[in-house]
């Protein structure tokens, strides 16, 4: 089983960029499928983007040429960097890791403000 801690959140400008990171302990670690959501007040979480163990990934139509996710085995890290960001992009994000059994761990989360 993996524990997940996630950083990198903060405030920006419209068109700014952000990267979040997320840190994943465990053995198993580098197993997982790694995946970023969000959840904007009054909305149901949404999956932004993932990546899985085989570095095959997807996005979210409304991510697509503005986010990239990636991982770094060799430190157990997964990242979302989040360029041309956008007012809709506001929300708290949070970090999930998904195991071959099928079993979610899921980080912190993370606010991300963008003003416009």
């Known amino acids: 089983q993996v524990q997940l801690v996630e950083s990198g959140g903060g405030l920006v400008q419209t068109g700014g960029s952000l990267r979040l990171s997320c840190y994943a302990s465990?053995?198993?670690?580098?197993?997982?499928?790694i995946g970023w959501y969000r959840q904007a007040p009054g909305k149901q979480r949404e999956l932004v983007a993932s990546?899985?163990?085989?570095?095959?990934?997807y996005y979210a139509d409304s991510v697509k040429g503005r986010f990239t996710i990636s991982r770094n085995y060799a430190n157990n890290t997964g990242y979302l960097q989040m360029n041309s960001l956008k007012p809709e992009d506001t929300a708290v994000y949070y970090c999930?890791?998904?195991?071959?059994?099928?079993?979610?761990?899921w980080g912190q989360g993370t606010q991300v403000s963008v003003s416009s």
């Open positions: 465990g053995s198993t670690a580098s197993s997982h499928a």
């Open positions: 990546i899985s163990s085989f570095g095959v990934t």
């Open positions: 999930n890791a998904h195991s071959r059994t099928g079993y979610d761990t």
